[in-house]
């Protein structure tokens, strides 16, 4: 039986997606209006719609447990981790994760996704977060380390927890060990 997660999206977050296409309206109309002639105009605005449209399909949209995948499934984009590879998992403030630094990915249109580089241990994280509260760390087996945000995040957890239990049949103490 699955278990599905929705990812939220807080005020902030509206507010933050509605400055950032403010400003990449802004950025295509003075495209349209101070770059004239050939095609420059029309490769800088391809460039724009294209980048902006990568964002939108990356959008993070539910997160699903099943009896061995956790996946986080964005509107194209799919991120499948097996439960048997998850070595920890646990809830984390965000004050935790203050020293990311968005390198691929999207800060605030939308929420926050995409790659972030982590000052404070000098490492690439994936994020995956609807909004800045409610976070989930995942770290694998492969030292890769994932960052969601779902408002059942104690649900989620116990969810990964017990399937991990069936699986390995460990006592659930280990499993939050880092």
């Not at 968005?102 to 609807?130: H, I, R």
Request: glycine share 6%; aromatic share 12%.
């Amino acid at each position: 039986m699955a278990r599905r997660f929705r990812h939220n999206r807080n005020k902030r977050t509206t507010v933050l997606t509605v400055i950032w296409s403010l400003f990449i309206a802004a950025i295509a109309a003075a495209i349209l209006i101070f770059v004239h002639g050939g095609y420059l105009h029309a490769w800088l605005l391809s460039i724009l719609v294209g980048i902006t449209a990568l964002y939108i399909l990356s959008i993070p949209r539910r997160i699903t447990v099943d009896e061995s995948n956790l996946e986080i499934q964005c509107v194209v984009e799919l991120t499948r981790i097996d439960i048997r590879d998850i070595r920890s998992i646990r809830k984390v403030s965000p004050n935790e994760y203050h020293y990311l630094f968005p390198v691929l990915g999207s800060f605030g249109f939308f929420g926050f996704y995409g790659y972030y580089l982590n000052f404070k241990g000098w490492d690439m994280v994936k994020v995956y977060a609807g909004e800045w509260a409610h976070l989930v760390e995942i770290i694998d087996i492969y030292e890769q380390t994932y960052i969601v945000s779902c408002r059942e995040a104690d649900e989620l957890i116990e969810s990964v927890m017990q399937v991990k239990l069936l699986h390995t049949g460990k006592k659930s103490e280990k499993i939050l060990s880092v």
